[in-house]
């Protein structure tokens, strides 16, 4: 197989080399518009090898894989190598950020954005492990994200987000960070391997210059 490839490579014409390196930078064509984040607790970038072993750890909780809709539990080394990878190809979402303490780089949840097909709405997600849960770091996150958003991307007009109708502490967040309740629904768990209730929730542009500041949100 290894002679295969070294022949395979050895007989590419220079404008399919050409190709290939346009190739191996695609990824990073696909974060230009993926600005790393900072606030006053938080740096938020893209996710990295280094991420794998605390990625594995935190999100192979029940706790958490039940309240996101695709992460699989029990989640291996392997899941998180997987998820590491397919964020650098472009593969989940147009950004995918690690959420990782300032002071000292731990790695502590992810969040990102998802365009939807009508190219004005997106919406966010995100997990944070359960020993940095009630700490204000998520709504923390949150408000960097949607800030990003909407000052990055004149086109977006709104931004969605959804939660379990159970998880309480999601919708608190989504509700500190200015979104509006849309509706109700339901929303595949891969988890839990079926349909689970959920809220859907809406911040449009207007609301959110309007709340800017923050400091106007209970």
């Known amino acids: 197989m290894q002679g295969e490839l070294l022949r395979a490579d050895q007989s590419r014409s220079p404008r399919e080399d050409q190709r290939s390196s346009e190739e191996r930078l695609r990824p990073e064509r696909l974060r230009t518009d993926c600005p790393v984040l900072l606030s006053e607790r938080l740096v938020m970038r893209a996710p990295h090898e280094e991420d794998i072993d605390a990625l594995a750890h935190l999100a ?9 809709s695709r992460m699989p539990h029990p989640y291996t080394a392997d899941d998180a190598a997987d998820f590491v990878r397919r964020t650098k190809n472009g593969d989940i979402g147009k950004c995918v950020y690690a959420i990782t303490k300032a002071e000292n780089g731990a790695f502590i949840g992810c969040c990102g954005v998802e365009p939807h097909a009508d190219g004005r709405t997106v919406e966010i997600g995100y997990w944070l492990g359960e020993p940095y849960w009630n700490k204000g770091y998520t709504t923390e996150a949150c408000h960097a994200l949607v800030d990003m958003v909407f000052r990055t991307r004149q086109d977006v007009d709104q931004i969605d987000a ?20 849309q509706g109700s629904g339901l929303a595949a768990s891969l988890a839990l391997g079926s349909n689970v209730p959920v809220e859907w929730y809406r911040l449009d542009r207007k609301t959110w210059m309007s709340l800017r500041s923050w400091g106007n949100i209970a």
Do not use: D, Y
């Open 60 to 68: 192979n909780n029940a706790k958490v894989a039940t309240m996101v």
């Open 162 to 181: 959804r939660c379990r109708v159970m998880n309480v502490a999601s919708r608190r967040v989504i509700q500190k960070c200015g979104f509006q309740f």
